[in-house]
């Protein structure tokens, strides 16, 4: 019976939410909340990119500076600098367990941000 409560947990979905993040105004401050399911996220095995690379905009898992940082809840956050479009391209991967292989992830989000 172990084995298959184990291999059911293993097909847990892998899922990166929400699907698109809301548009934005240049300079007004923005806020977004970004989850990932299926796994623990290992945070030496996290990454990510905002183009432009001074939009205004910056990335940070919950709770960072705290004992109870985790990069399975992300908050994008700050006030855009620039007009037009902001990428943000996440990569990762989640822990395994002796039953269950770590699993990887990517997503990347558009921001429109307009005057």
């Given at each position: ?51 432009p690379e001074k939009s205004g ?59």
């Open positions: 019976m172990t084995t298959v409560l184990n291999g059911c947990f293993c097909m847990e979905k892998m899922e990166v939410r929400p699907k698109s993040l809301p548009n934005a105004i240049l300079g007004t401050p923005y806020y977004a909340k970004i989850e990932v399911f299926g796994g623990y996220t290992d945070q030496d095995n996290f990454y990510y990119d905002i183009q905009l910056e990335l940070s898992p919950r709770g960072l500076g705290t004992k109870y940082v985790t990069y399975n809840h992300l908050e994008v956050k700050g006030t855009p600098k620039v007009t037009g479009t902001i990428t943000i391209k996440l990569y990762g991967g989640t822990y395994g367990t002796m039953s269950c292989p770590g699993r990887d992830f990517k997503k990347t989000y558009t921001i429109k941000v307009e005057e």
